[in-house]
């Protein structure tokens, strides 16, 4: 049994600190890191309530309503960055990551000590899978949002649309890995392929000034 209230309380305590002494884009990483170490907490509280209600196994919960919980835990800060800060594209991308990354590491640190770190096999699968999947669910979120408003698009179809984005990769990734052999090799891969297809795009929208 682990007590993930108090994981959580020695990773914020020494965000909440520095956020203090950080300024501008720092800040906002330090801030929506944060933010994403709590969503994943209460995510984890909502997913094992609907769990027991449902009365669905842990597999299905995994694959049926974690995705679908932990991206609306996720993209409801983003809405609030988005309409309140209303910030440059940049500033959205930072949010997104800083969350994205804030989610899973909590969520690693709390399977790290749930299930120990002996294999080196489960913890590369851990980060190079699992916490790059939350990061570009996020990437996927933000890059929708900024084309819904870059088209002015900003409704409620255009942003249930970027939202739907993130809950699809989220789902597939958790479906291909519920099964051992070659979907569990393929969900594993999906992240870091995934990744490496946005990542040369992005930086070329960002040298090209398409995005700011």
Do not use: W
Request: hydrophobic share 55%; proline share 4%; aromatic share 12%.
């Amino acid at each position: 049994m682990i007590y993930a209230e108090n994981i959580f309380i020695c990773i914020a305590v020494p965000l909440l600190i520095s956020i203090l002494f950080a300024e501008g884009s720092a800040r906002g990483f330090i801030a929506s890191f944060l933010t994403g170490t709590a969503v994943c907490l209460l995510s984890a509280y909502i997913s094992g309530f609907l769990q027991i209600v449902s009365g669905m196994s842990v597999g299905d919960t995994a694959v049926f309503l974690s995705p679908v919980v932990e991206e609306i835990m996720k993209f409801l800060p983003m809405l609030f960055v988005l309409f309140i800060f209303m910030p440059e594209d940049s500033g959205l991308f930072i949010a997104a990551i800083g969350i994205g990354a804030g989610f899973a590491t909590f969520e690693n640190c709390c399977y790290l000590l749930s299930s120990g770190a002996a294999s080196l096999r489960y913890m590369l699968i851990r980060g190079l899978a699992v916490g790059v999947m939350h990061i570009i669910s996020m990437l996927t979120l933000a890059l929708g949002l900024v084309l819904v408003r870059r088209v002015r698009l900003l409704s409620l179809p255009g942003i249930a649309g970027a939202f739907s984005l993130s809950v699809i990769f989220h789902g597939l990734y958790n479906l291909l890995v519920s099964e051992p052999g070659i979907s569990s090799a393929i969900g594993y891969i999906l992240p870091l392929a995934t990744a490496a297809l946005l990542y040369f795009p992005y930086r070329s929208l960002r040298r090209t000034g398409v995005l700011f």
